[in-house]
């Protein structure tokens, strides 16, 4: 989550191995946010974080760190703000897409952005998804909102078996992978994985556990595939 | 299917999950709509098991010197007109093949409309209420446990209706091939502000014919009050056709999203809300929990920016003063939400007045005499 911690943390994440660093520019009510995110929001905005310090934010941590850096937020921040202004500032602000949790796939047709599509998605607009999004897709694991949990989901297989057979772009997994093992398991099907709630959890006890802990899931990743760096 | 726009208000603003929800929604809706039995069961609902027709009750000694008319939504079986809608929606969800129910509830009258039809249907239901409201309105979270319903205190952000519907569509996103979501007015992603409209629009359809029948013309005004809008959109389709006759919407003071709002999206619509200039939603406040509320319906926000409809507002004191008056010149204890709408239909100019009494006050008397 944007914030003072931001670019320190992101570099830790960087260094523990993450390939690329989801932003979030908090929101007062985000509907696909479970209470770890939606906390860190809360906490965020108490702090004063609204869309023009989460850019500046945004370009203090791309000083730091070469990976791709993209904000994920709600349509009501790129309302207020206007959405081609929002995706030129960004860009501007060394942000290499975007991700918007409540914008559908058919709206907003020129805004580029990385399209999530969810188990409940059908395959026509899975193959939609994939011809409109930008770089790779965000498979949601889970029918729920972001949040920790004990197990990968049963419905992530099925879900990266039925995006393969439409599209080859790369497909990142994320919502509720937590443990090394996890990851391992969701890195054997995607191309890559997306933690967040861990992450934020981890983040709260400053970068040298995050670096620790994402170095972990990268061991655990590594081990898991043939071909370590793919995306 | 369609776009489910009201100019540029409207729409679907919702996490991937539940577009195919919605879509199957949508074409469950029109479904019903083109099969003669759901309207005829509706009906039937309506009349044998809600009490409609609800009267029109003339308040004379309320409104001395014109002929201000109530349409009495509050003698509708719950006490409130949020019963429209719940019986609506829940033979819809059955249509559907779905036997839970999820809901949010801010005065609580639609938490116990949603509660008793899923008595009455045998579905399993839960009702998110915030923390504030269970406080405000203690009552009506008994009567939902009596129901059987389960109350999930909100206990985050404002306690209040915005965070409780927040918290019912995060059960819908991951209950959502079990689960209806059962929205309590006219707000929320397309299709909900039009199935809402529809079900509540009987309000205006029997006011309509009662008001001719009592006076053998329309009235001049026709008031009702605005959280999220649903009798007011129910009684306004009534009349919106008829150009003489004037509408006015009345909104809390300090919960005024038509009044002092910008356009913005929340709960899965673009309407006009209170938020900051970053789009943040500000909270609301109102001694009304159920006006409590900083969004309201899209098609509201249409009505205001062409004119049709005129909003305006109430503060506490405006609508307990109405609430008391109200009870001491007709025996008509009135919910503090449509107290609202009695405080401006009083004052206003023109002789043939109808007023939405859109709910029963029984409870409100703690918080009234509690001042």
Request: hydrophobic letters at 40%; a negative charge.
């Amino acid at each position: 989550m944007a914030g003072r911690g931001m670019p320190e943390l992101a570099r830790a994440a960087v260094d523990g191995g993450a390939d690329l660093i989801e932003i979030g520019f908090p929101f007062s009510d985000p509907l696909a946010d479970g209470p770890v995110i939606r906390a860190a929001a809360e906490r965020a905005l108490a702090e004063g974080m609204r869309t023009e310090r989460c850019l500046d934010c945004l370009a203090t941590t791309r000083a730091l760190i070469n990976v791709p850096l993209v904000p994920m937020t709600y349509a009501s921040l790129l309302e207020a703000y206007g959405y081609r202004r929002f995706q030129h500032d960004a860009r501007l602000a060394g942000a290499t897409s975007l991700i918007v949790a409540d914008l559908p796939i058919e709206a907003e047709a020129e805004l580029r952005r990385v399209q999530l599509v969810a188990p409940t998605t059908p395959d026509e607009r899975l193959r939609l998804a994939a011809e409109r999004t930008d770089g790779w897709l965000y498979l949601v694991s889970v029918t729920g909102t972001t949040g920790p949990r004990e197990t990968l989901s049963p419905q992530a297989a099925e879900l990266v078996e039925r995006a393969r057979a439409v599209t080859d772009v790369p497909l990142l997994l994320g919502f509720g992978i937590t443990t090394p093992e996890q990851a391992a398991e969701a890195a054997a099907e995607a191309d890559g994985i997306v933690v967040g709630s861990r992450a934020v959890q981890v983040a709260e006890e400053g970068p040298g556990a995050l670096r620790d802990y994402v170095a972990s899931l990268r061991a655990a990743i590594d081990a898991a595939t043939t071909s370590p760096s793919s995306r | 299917m369609s776009t489910g726009l009201y100019g540029p208000y409207g729409g679907r603003y919702v996490p991937e999950t539940l577009v195919p929800a919605l879509d199957e929604l949508e074409a469950g809706w029109r479904e019903a709509c083109a099969d003669d039995a759901f309207g005829r069961e509706l009906d039937e609902l309506g009349r044998e098991y809600g009490g409609r027709p609800t009267p029109l009750t003339l308040a004379e000694r309320f409104a001395p010197g014109k002929r201000l008319y109530l349409k009495r939504e509050d003698l509708l079986h719950t006490g409130a007109h949020k019963l429209n809608n719940a019986l609506g929606q829940a033979v819809l969800a059955g249509r559907l093949g779905k036997k839970r129910i999820v809901a949010e509830t801010g005065a609580g009258q639609h938490g116990v409309a949603t509660a008793t039809v899923c008595a009455r249907f045998g579905f399993d239901c839960v009702v998110y209420m915030g923390s504030e409201d269970m406080r405000r309105q203690r009552p009506n979270v008994e009567r939902m446990e009596l129901l059987g319903a389960e109350v999930r205190p909100v206990e985050f952000g404002t306690r209040t209706l915005k965070e409780a519907t927040s918290e019912a569509i995060r059960d819908w996103i991951t209950n959502v091939e079990t689960t209806h979501y059962l929205i309590g007015s006219c707000v929320g992603p397309h299709p909900y502000p039009e199935i809402v409209r529809e079900l509540q629009s009987v309000i205006g359809r029997e006011a309509r014919e009662q008001f001719l029948a009592a006076e053998g013309r329309l009235p001049d005004v026709v008031v009702a009050c605005v959280g999220g809008g649903s009798n007011a959109i129910g009684i306004f389709a009534g009349f919106v056709e008829d150009e003489g006759v004037a509408l006015i919407g009345v909104e809390a003071r300090d919960a005024a999203s038509l009044g002092t709002g910008r356009p913005g999206v929340l709960h899965g619509a673009r309407s006009s809300l209170l938020a900051d200039e970053d789009g943040q939603v500000l909270d609301a406040h109102s001694i009304s929990a159920g006006l409590d509320y900083p969004g309201v319906g899209p098609e509201h926000a249409f009505l205001r920016d062409s004119g049709r409809v005129t909003y305006t507002t109430a503060n506490d004191e405006e609508a307990v003063a109405a609430f008391k008056r109200l009870a001491v010149s007709e025996g008509i204890i009135p919910a503090l939400e449509p107290a609202h709408a009695l405080a401006r239909a009083a004052e206003l100019g023109a002789e043939l007045v109808l007023v939405c009494l859109s709910g029963r006050g029984d409870k409100d008397l703690d918080e009234v005499l509690g001042r």
